[in-house]
């Protein structure tokens, strides 16, 4: 299957602080790029969708000036994490979306800890 | 109703026996259907997918789709410990567009 990678992996940051993630379609080119956010023992829960050249599309309840997306390119978009609280801690993850098959691949996931 | 459901679990099944996974969505418009495998701590990974009705097979994992009904399953045959995860039940289309809609998950204990 096509691979998606997220940067880093895991991080621990302390309050107040802004932590940004990457995400990168490695051999394909993605128009459309997907967050999630997911607790422990929960299901994923989409944050926004993330279109390249375009603004990103906030599901409701989730701030768009906390969380920065950033689409600049076919294969990279960003998530940042901005003024972390303990609150924000979770396991986040990526996805791109194959537009040929339309089929979802995901990133392998950035556990992030606010201090 | 969510719009994709899933038994919770846990699903508990012996090694070398089949299980069974069911999802059923509300969405009649929807056009393509996956299955995903995520390990504790970590992401999902695609296994299945199915966009007609019937039976489609890879090697263990058959996903059949029944679109009148509105459900989509997953059997696992001659589960193995290793197949121990939860498996998300998405769906793409219809009002959603592009955007997956995930069920909540089924868990799998294979047990040796």
């Known amino acids: 299957g096509a691979v998606v990678s997220q940067h880093p992996s895991w991080v621990i940051c302390k309050s107040g602080t802004s932590v940004k993630i990457e995400c990168r379609s490695l051999d394909f080119q993605a128009t459309t790029m997907f967050w999630y956010r997911q607790f422990p023992k929960q299901s994923l829960m989409l944050m926004a969708t993330?279109?390249?050249?375009?603004?990103?599309?906030?599901e409701q309840g989730v701030e768009k000036d906390k969380f920065l997306i950033n689409h600049a390119s076919l294969t990279l978009s960003t998530l940042t994490v901005t003024s972390a609280h303990p609150e924000d801690s979770s396991f986040y993850i990526c996805?791109?979306?194959?537009?040929?098959?339309?089929?979802?691949?995901f990133g392998s996931g950035t556990q992030l800890s606010v201090l | 109703q969510k719009e994709v459901e899933q038994n919770s679990g846990p699903l508990s099944v012996p090694e070398g026996a089949i299980a069974s996974l069911n999802c059923t969505y509300s969405?009649?418009?929807?056009?393509?259907f996956f299955w995903y495998r995520q390990y504790s701590g970590k992401s999902p990974e695609l296994i299945m997918f199915?966009?007609?009705?019937g039976d489609k097979e890879d090697g263990r994992f058959t996903a059949q789709l029944n679109k009148a009904s509105q459900y989509v399953s997953l059997l696992i045959r001659d589960s193995q410990p290793s197949d121990s995860a939860t498996y998300l039940c998405?769906?793409?289309?219809?009002?959603?567009?592009?955007?997956?809609?995930f069920g909540g998950g089924t868990r799998v204990l294979v047990k040796p």
């Open positions: 199915i966009y007609s009705n």
């Open positions: 998405a769906v793409n289309g219809g009002a959603a567009g592009n955007k997956l809609t």
């Open positions: 996805s791109a979306l194959e537009t040929k098959g339309e089929k979802l691949f």
């Open positions: 993330s279109n390249e050249g375009s603004k990103a599309t906030y």
């Open positions: 969405d009649r418009g929807s056009q393509s």
